[in-house]
């Protein structure tokens, strides 16, 4: 199936590239070769760019350029996409503990699956994830895809409070609460690596297009 | 030059132009509500229109002058008063060292901007020295301002005495109303909503609801119902979309709101009318919405922000 790449706008300060209709991992990785191509090289005026599941939106300032000219521009990037080779993701391991106080919900995952919670730990961690964007909380990283083994679906009531460096899972997708927050995903284990600190530099462990391999620890 | 917060019943937050480039990891472009504003506040003191300011909103806010110096006040919804004298917004004003500067809610706008000349000091956390209040971090140890924080001023552009009673005329403004009618570009998931609902959007009053904050105005009005109910992989969104949950009433993605969102939208607020919409006030405005196009909306932005400088007047050359 080929999906014709649509441009559209989103008001008059974004454009949005629409390269798919489903999130799947190759879809994933033409949004994020498109990115590092614009990022690469950006024309004056566009001040970033958002990859998501299926598309990327680019903000740009209307006072330096016209809707015309960035959709033009946009284009000939759009033809060179398929000429660059696409970049290598960077591979970052996370060590992590799960299931008890660090994952309440494992045991409940596992009994919806009608599985042990040491084939929900071994499927969980057996395969690398790609962080197909990141949003709700600065530095929360949507990774996927989940074996479909043991894909559940959010909790009914999200939690008033779930703690910095837990790692749950909800639908096909699994993610790292990176602040303290309310979540509605399942908490499966808890990581102690720092994934925010708006005082360092860079702030964020991890950018759109990694991939993320758990490493148990126990 | 600084100033110390007296007493702070509202929400007074550092706000910059923005802190541009971190989207992609979720983290808010933040800024002011009223960019506008912001930038004309900036200009009348003699700053870039990029500099950091105070935002003034939701209640009382008392400043007193800790040495001489120059502010300027730009935006609505509040009186402003220093030492004893009350004094119209979008101008810039001498004060002196100890005079206290009132800023009073009224009742015909939300926003207003504080600058200083020589700009708001302080240490830029992740690029930006404006405030995420959701994130805890930037402006001034990430939260509101209170009673008792001294807020520090850099060096003014030129002497105090050139910067002083410079105003903005009403005929370079927006078209702030208390019903106004705003601009919007329609689409990307325009599609999502039938004929029908996008008549009710644009033939309908919509009122801001008590629970909007600077993430997202809440609008509530006739219902717009989704025709397609496939639901929508998120996307990236800007200060300015209109979500349309599966309630029906819309909500506008304002200065700190979420960078990526899953439900669809209906369509996005023209820059030019961000700041319009920004000033509504919950509860009391009436809103109506237009359609237009991105190429007329990107006109009419240009028009409102292209030459501002050149639009204040100065007591020497004006019509003083």
């Known amino acids: ?218 | 030059m600084s100033l110390e917060v007296l007493d702070a019943s509202g929400l007074a937050t550092i706000q910059d132009s923005g802190r541009k480039g971190w989207r992609r990891f979720g983290v808010p472009i933040s800024g002011p509500m009223d960019i506008f504003a912001f930038c004309a506040a900036n200009l009348l003191a003699g700053n870039p229109a990029s500099f950091a300011v105070l935002e003034i909103g939701l209640g009382e806010l008392t400043f007193r002058a800790l040495q001489d110096c120059i502010i300027a006040v730009a935006g609505s919804g509040y009186h402003l008063s220093i030492y004893l004298w009350d004094f119209p917004l979008w101008s810039s004003f001498f004060v002196r060292g100890g005079w206290a500067i009132h800023f009073n809610k009224s009742h015909d706008g939300m926003w207003a901007y504080l600058a200083i000349a020589g700009g708001v000091q302080g240490r830029p956390v992740i690029g930006s020295q404006s405030t995420c209040l959701r994130g805890a971090f930037g402006g001034l140890e990430g939260r509101r301002l209170q009673a008792g924080d001294r807020i520090l001023g850099g060096k003014p552009s030129r002497p105090l005495s050139h910067l002083a009673a410079r105003t903005l005329p009403v005929e370079a403004r927006p078209a702030y109303r208390v019903h106004p009618v705003i601009d919007i570009i329609l689409g990307p998931q325009t599609k999502h909503f039938g004929d029908e609902s996008l008549r009710t959007l644009l033939s309908s009053e919509y009122t801001v609801s008590l629970t909007s904050d600077r993430m997202g105005y809440r609008l509530a009005g006739p219902p717009l119902t989704q025709r397609d109910k496939t639901e929508l992989i998120s996307e990236g969104m800007t200060f300015g979309a209109m979500q349309v949950p599966a309630d029906g009433q819309p909500i506008v993605t304002m200065a700190d709101g979420p960078t990526t969102g899953g439900y669809p939208k209906i369509g996005a607020v023209a820059s030019a009318d961000l700041p319009v919409l920004a000033q509504c006030m919950p509860d009391k405005s009436r809103i109506r919405f237009r359609a237009t196009t991105v190429a007329e909306a990107q006109q009419k932005y240009r028009t409102l922000m292209n030459g501002l400088e050149n639009r204040i007047l100065n007591p020497e050359y004006g019509e003083w």
């Open chain 1, 1 to 218: 199936m080929t999906f014709k790449p649509k441009i559209v706008p989103l008001g008059d300060a974004a454009l949005l590239v629409q390269l798919g209709d489903e999130i799947n991992v190759e879809i994933n990785h033409r949004v994020q070769t498109l990115a590092a191509l614009i990022d690469s090289a950006p024309l004056d005026g566009v001040i970033e760019t958002v990859p998501a599941y299926s598309t990327l939106l680019i903000h740009y300032d209307p006072l330096v350029l016209t809707d015309s000219q960035i959709r033009t521009w946009v284009r000939t990037k759009l033809v060179h996409m398929d000429e660059t080779e696409s970049r290598k993701p960077r591979q970052i391991e996370v060590p992590l503990r799960y299931g008890g106080e660090y994952g309440p919900d494992l045991e409940s995952v596992a009994a919806y699956h009608g599985l042990h919670p040491e084939d929900v730990i071994r499927i969980h961690s057996e395969k690398p994830y790609v962080i197909y964007m990141m949003g709700f909380t600065p530095g929360f990283p949507y990774m996927g895809k989940l074996h479909d083994a043991i894909a559940t679906p959010r909790l009914e009531t999200p939690r008033k409070h779930v703690p910095a460096g837990t790692v749950a899972i909800a639908g096909s997708q699994t993610g790292i609460y990176p602040v303290d927050s309310p979540g509605g995903w399942r908490l499966i284990g808890w990581t102690s690596l720092q994934l925010f600190d708006p005082k360092s530099e860079p702030p964020f462990l991890f950018s759109p297009g990694d991939e993320v391999r758990f490493v148990v620890e126990y």
